[in-house]
């Protein structure tokens, strides 16, 4: 059974970096073609990508946030972590960590079929 | 402003049918045939109905199917349910460089 659990602080300040770790069960970040990313969703609005991880390493961002954003994982904790630099109003959202399983070798467009529960963080001073 | 237009609301009663459409451009929903939805209750997390255009997991129900013509998905809830009130989103391959775009969403709801 694969589960994702989000955790991090819950207020952080404007200009501070953030930092969330997605910690999972049920698979493991050293198979071939097991991934995990991070999707944020503002409160009442859409979601929105934020990040990708796969077995190999291989780091994907969001082309609008890729200046503020790394993801790294630990595989020996079965952790990903994501942090994202100066943190404004705007990036108030609740976090989500969710996996993708690329069969057949391919990555493209595959869905993510597990959701962590997600974790809301509020940005205000 | 998401990447992927979908219409805010959607509405039928209980037994009909109802289409939510997905429209991107060519870079995306017309580039590829990797289109999935995803269904989303008051305080859930999403869960994923429809992957790569038209195909179910296991566990959704028949009732949901996906299409695609040109840069438009759509979404087709047949025999609407109760339960089957929630937002949909739709998301897309749009390339390596950015391999998943969300679209605005769309709340249905069962009159």
């Known amino acids: 059974q694969i589960t994702l659990k989000e955790s991090g602080p819950t207020l952080v300040k404007p200009t501070q970096t953030l930092t969330l770790t997605c910690t999972f069960s049920?698979?493991?970040?050293?198979?071939?073609?097991?991934?995990v990313g991070w999707i944020r969703q503002p409160p009442g609005k859409a979601l929105e990508w934020l990040a990708l991880?796969?077995?190999?390493?291989?780091?994907r961002y969001s082309p609008s946030l890729k200046s503020r954003l790394t993801i790294t994982k630990d595989t020996s904790k079965n952790q990903v972590v994501l942090t994202m630099t100066n943190m404004d109003p705007v990036d108030t959202a609740t976090y989500y960590c969710?996996?993708?399983?690329?069969?057949?070798?391919?990555?493209?467009?595959?869905?993510?079929?597990?959701w962590g529960q997600g974790t809301l963080v509020t940005v205000s001073s | 402003q998401s990447a992927l237009t979908q219409p805010p609301s959607a509405s039928g009663s209980p037994g009909q049918s109802v289409t939510i459409s997905c429209t991107g451009t060519s870079s995306d929903v017309g580039g590829y045939n990797y289109v999935s939805w995803y269904q989303q209750h008051p305080g859930k997390a999403p869960k994923f109905m429809i992957y790569e255009v038209s195909k179910r997991p296991s566990g959704v129900p028949d009732r949901f199917s996906g299409s695609k013509s040109g840069n438009t998905a759509s979404l087709t809830v047949s025999g609407l349910q109760a339960e089957d009130e929630a937002d949909y989103y739709c998301s897309s391959y749009a390339g390596s460089n950015n391999p998943v775009v969300f679209g605005g969403g769309t709340k249905l709801t069962v009159l």
């Open positions: 969710a996996h993708r399983y690329c069969s057949g070798g391919s990555c493209y467009g595959v869905p993510f079929g597990y």
């Open positions: 991880i796969y077995w190999n390493d291989d780091k």
């Open positions: 049920g698979f493991s970040l050293s198979t071939s073609g097991v991934g």
